[in-house]
């Protein structure tokens, strides 16, 4: 079926809302993710944790063997000793370097895993979410949070979270080994700690404000690139190139200031954690010296604890440089996780219809609180009956087509099909009911058969197999049109589309959406000037195909030009977000009112 659209023309014509962002998920959502994840992970998480810790400790076997080996030059050993102890010291590193391969192993294969699964929520999620909540915070941010947001992820996970649990614990075993070796020099990790904790504490709220607006403003300009793109005609046709220009460019600009605003901090943070490892190093060096003179402690263990020391920095700057990227990861992880708090479309059995006729009182609707678009629709729509709704920009026709699709619910008075209220119906039997045809449809990367299967078939009689036989796509694809162009295709039905294999022309992808929706069998359809954006020649191709599609069901034609009007059988002039008048073509004619003056402005427009 054609898929609903949100592109800059609806948008300047009044009829759709502004823009609104997703939520962010808050803390107790983030912290159940994580535990839900340890915990389901756990085998995995302890193999990884293991093997990272056998290679810290093989690592942390090395400063000793070298103090061993530096006090053994110094005392007068043997060539032989010293092999030995040069020996053990390249063994300890093949051994680290094995461990930390199998650690990292362990690491990729747990966040490719974890990515897959969060991937798939997300979209299970988007599928389920109400159209009119898609149409209303626009396809950029969710574009954002499903791709570049899960790419920060991924990063969190496959990267910052292995390297900070590795530097974590290097840095606990190395106080341990330091604490082991001389408790006495290891006094001096006491002059940098509180140098190391202020400035972090100091860094990392403000940085993580920054990465919060970074990835919104990101959003921004994707969201901004987007519409930009499906509104080509639209800027083009309207001199729009300056103003969308200036406002991408806003919007960059906005992602550069929080990028020079995290740097500026990060010009603070990190030389202070540069210090607080320099100043214990510094006086190790000067308290190790004074220990020796005084026999408290020798040369080995001297060597083991300037080099642990001097340890120290890599994996405390690793710690929480990569803990900021992680905080990058849990910004993404709160806006993926915000898509959960949006209602969900009802999948239920809820309200069946008992017939086929639509019943409209007193409907009412606003997208934003206190700014109503319609004002008290009343409408009745026999079965098969074939209503055109025509007004100027901005009079709320399209607003009225998405009720009637169940796009958006009203705010006030009943909308039925069939006496049951549509918003208490499932999404399912509302599809199954009525069908929205819009300007754009989409071709899935896939087989021409995986395209047109999209609908699900229900069983015809009891054990009836709910699959579409090639009989029935066949059948769907004779009626639009398309019979021929499908068997002139390589493979015929299981030619690939819509990658690098067969190009669909704009034309042939518009008669393929309406080859699903026969599939799918609606007995309603409100069609949004499916064809308005086509060249003449594709467009009469697309009528043909249109005309097979519309026998013996009710079509609501939400109509732009006045071409086709004549052959409705009632018309709904609507203006200001009311219909104002309702009747056939020559009834309005004679009423001379809205409709024939909207007529005679149209009909002037043609002949010149």
């Not at 007529?599 to 002949?607: Q, T």
Request: charged share 20%; net charge neutral.
């Amino acid at each position: 079926m054609t898929t609903q659209t949100t592109d800059t023309p609806v948008a300047a014509s009044g009829d759709a809302p502004g823009q609104t962002r997703l939520p962010l998920a808050g803390r107790p959502e983030v912290a159940h993710w994580f535990w839900t994840f340890v915990r389901h992970n756990r085998g995995r998480i302890t193999a990884m944790l293991t093997l990272f810790c056998l290679a810290l400790v093989a690592g942390l076997v090395g400063p000793r063997l070298l103090g061993h080996l530096v006090e053994s030059v110094q005392r007068g050993t043997s060539a032989f000793r010293v092999d030995v102890i040069a020996l053990a010291f390249v063994g300890i590193l093949a051994a680290q370097a094995v461990l930390t391969r199998f650690a990292q192993v362990q690491t990729t294969l747990l966040g490719e895993k974890v990515l897959a699964e969060i991937r798939e929520s997300f979209v299970r999620r988007v599928t389920r979410l109400p159209l009119g909540t898609v149409e209303s915070v626009g396809t950029g941010d969710l574009l954002s949070r499903a791709t570049s947001d899960v790419d920060r992820l991924n990063d969190g996970i496959r990267l910052a979270l292995p390297r900070i649990l590795m530097a974590a614990v290097t840095l606990v075993l190395t106080v341990a080994a330091m604490l082991l070796t001389s408790p006495l020099l290891s006094l001096s990790l006491l002059i940098g700690l509180p140098l190391a904790v202020f400035s972090t504490r100091w860094y990392r709220p403000r940085a993580n404000r920054g990465y919060e607006h970074l990835l919104r403003d990101e959003a921004e300009v994707l969201a901004s690139t987007h519409e930009t793109v499906r509104g080509a005609a639209t800027v083009e046709s309207l001199g729009l190139g300056r103003r969308r220009l200036a406002h991408h460019g806003d919007a960059v600009a906005q992602i550069v200031r929080h990028r020079q605003r995290i740097t500026w901090l990060q010009t603070i943070w990190y030389p202070a954690l540069d210090l607080s490892t320099m100043l214990p190093l510094a006086v190790t060096l000067l308290a190790g010296g004074a220990a020796y003179r005084a026999d408290l402690v020798g040369l080995a263990e001297i060597t083991a604890m300037v080099l642990y020391v001097q340890s120290l920095n890599g994996p405390l700057v690793e710690l929480l440089s990569w803990t900021d990227e992680l905080q990058i990861g849990n910004a993404a992880l709160r806006r993926i996780l915000g898509v959960e708090r949006l209602p969900v479309e009802r999948s239920d059995q809820g309200a069946v219809p008992d017939g086929r006729d639509i019943r409209l009182r007193g409907v009412r609707f606003e997208y934003e609180a206190g700014r109503e678009v319609l004002h008290g629709i009343d409408l009745d729509i026999a079965p098969g009956e074939r209503i055109a709704v025509v007004g100027t920009s901005g009079a709320g026709k399209s607003t009225l087509g998405k009720l009637l699709a169940g796009v958006h619910h009203p705010t006030e008075g009943v909308l039925e099909i069939g006496g049951a209220p549509v918003e208490r119906m499932s999404v399912d039997t509302l599809r199954r009911e009525v069908a929205l045809v819009t300007q754009e449809n989409h071709v899935f990367a896939g087989t021409l058969r995986s395209n047109m299967t999209l609908p699900e078939r229900a069983p015809r009689t009891a054990g009836d197999d709910t699959g579409w036989s090639d009989a029935d796509l066949w059948s769907a694809l004779r009626t639009v049109g398309l019979e021929e162009w499908v068997r002139s295709l390589p493979e015929g039905l299981d030619t690939p589309i819509a990658t690098d294999g067969t190009d669909v022309p704009a034309a042939t992808a518009q008669q393929l959406a309406l080859a699903r929706l026969l599939l799918a069998d609606p007995h309603t359809l409100v069609l949004d000037e499916a064809t308005a954006l086509m060249d003449p020649s594709a467009s009469r191709q697309v009528e043909r195909s249109m005309a097979a599609l519309l026998v013996g069901r009710s079509v609501i034609s939400i109509v732009h030009r006045l071409d086709s009007v004549q052959g409705a059988d009632r018309i709904a002039v609507m203006d200001g977000g009311r219909i104002v008048e309702i009747g056939s073509h020559a009834d309005l004619l004679r009423l001379d009112g809205a409709y024939a003056r909207l007529w005679s402005s149209w009909s002037v427009a043609v002949r010149r």
